[in-house]
């Protein structure tokens, strides 16, 4: 287990490198360059690739070489993609005045980095055993953050010192690591192969029919990804008006709060494979809340360094200890003969919760203030912990193995790639 943990650690935090790279880094870079804060915003949208890959989520599930390993055929292509995407930023060494050609390339590294997800999830919903699934997500969280640290902060370093190309190759270089752990790795055969398109497709609805999903899915995904990304909203806004410089905003939020969230990460994945996905759910929920209250000086226009940069470590790593939790549920209700569709559409729809309760939680707080709108997202937050403990209550998922056994493979190779996974009751 060990061995696919690593693998799976590997390949999540070479496809956030260059995400991070783009989001915090390159922003931060062009805004050197005098970049305008409306084209950086603009550069921004090519993120909204990530909600829409369920569209071909469902191309994964049912197409894939038998010879080469069925998703290890798809990761063999996407990870050199990423590679030779960045490597093609190497001749844009004053990006400032040459955006066209860039965002272009980013775009099609960031349609890449998620359709790589995609592969990526569908080889951890096979390997995985329900009690390391916790860990497996825990990766999966703290790869993300580990990619803004690496991307978004190392890369920056390496550019204010060296220079654009050295920049772009240790990016290329570290993202080529992920291609070599590819290449070595030796996928299961799969025995459950989709039959049809049609069938892959039919799957984004189907996957809804097993006991508890639809309250998983519309009613404690909402209410915790609207509390809590609703709050996290606020950051930034908030911080402008107390007066903090864009540098030190994207540094602090894009660098600083990466580290904490990579631990809380690690250890809300331990926690989930022995405590249980409800216990560590009631963790995130108090942290959020406990969190959300340390945010109030600055929401109220107070913002000391020190005070603030605290609570937005403590806020980020209670965001991560809930991110996990609900990637591990939202694991156990993806089926081994489509993975890469099952798991896509129930993390896609907490994607479009958060941008949703982004845009209303400014909103709100344009007509109410900052301190209010945060009091509610703790009621949502507070709510949906209730919801998701009762909802573990009736369908957590029954684990007869130990962490370190191989997964049920004989009974992964029974199911019928659009039944209930017997490990769901």
Not at 73 to 95: E, I, K, M, N, Y
Not at 163 to 183: E, F, Y
Not at 306 to 325: E, R
Not at 384 to 395: I, L, M, N
Request: hydrophobic share 50%; proline share 4%; aromatic share 8%.
């Amino acid at each position: 287990m060990n061995g696919r943990l690593g693998t799976l650690t590997s390949l999540y935090v070479t496809q956030y490198l260059g995400v991070g790279f783009i989001t915090v880094g390159l922003t931060a870079i062009l805004r050197d360059g005098g970049t305008s804060l409306d084209t950086l915003a603009l550069l921004q949208f090519v993120g909204l690739v990530w909600p829409l890959k369920f569209l071909w989520a469902p191309i994964l599930d049912r197409y894939g070489s038998r010879r080469r390993g069925h998703y290890r055929s798809w990761l063999l292509v996407l990870q050199a993609g990423l590679v030779l995407s960045l490597l093609a930023l190497l001749p844009f060494d004053r990006p400032a005045g040459q955006l066209g050609p860039i965002v272009a390339i980013c775009a099609a590294y960031v349609f890449l980095s998620a359709t790589q997800d995609i592969a990526v999830d569908a080889v951890a919903v096979r390997l995985l055993s329900a009690r390391a699934r916790g860990a497996g997500n825990g990766v999966q969280v703290a790869a993300s953050y580990l990619g803004n640290l690496l991307g978004g902060g190392a890369c920056v370093v390496v550019y204010d010192r060296f220079g654009w190309r050295p920049a772009i190759l240790l990016l290329a270089g570290l993202t080529a690591l992920g291609l070599l752990v590819v290449w070595r790795f030796r996928e299961p055969d799969r025995a459950d192969r989709v039959g049809s398109a049609a069938q892959a497709y039919r799957a984004l609805l189907s996957v809804f029919a097993q006991p508890g999903c639809r309250w998983w899915t519309f009613g404690v995904v909402p209410l915790v990804y609207t509390g809590a990304g609703a709050a996290y909203a606020l950051v930034t806004p908030a911080l402008v008006d107390a007066g903090w410089s864009l540098g030190r905003i994207g540094v602090v939020t894009g660098v600083v709060t990466s580290a904490p969230a990579v631990v809380a990460g690690l250890l809300a994945g331990a926690g989930v494979g022995r405590f249980g996905r409800g216990a560590v759910l009631v963790v995130a929920g108090v942290s959020l809340a406990v969190s959300t209250a340390l945010l109030l000086p600055l929401l109220t226009g107070r913002a000391p360094v020190a005070g603030t940069v605290a609570a937005l470590c403590c806020f980020m790593a209670a965001y991560t200890v809930a991110n996990v939790v609900l990637y591990t549920v939202n694991m156990d209700y993806s089926r081994p003969g489509t993975g890469g569709t099952d798991f896509t559409v129930l993390s896609s729809f907490g994607l479009v919760c958060s941008f949703v309760a982004a845009s209303v939680g400014l909103a709100a707080a344009d007509r109410a203030g900052y301190p209010a709108v945060a009091g509610g997202c703790v009621v949502l937050v507070v709510l949906g912990v209730a919801v998701g403990v009762a909802h573990q209550r009736r369908f957590a998922p029954v684990s007869t193995s130990d962490a370190g056994d191989e997964p049920p493979i004989a009974e992964l190779r029974r199911a019928e790639p659009v039944r209930v996974d017997s490990k769901l009751g």
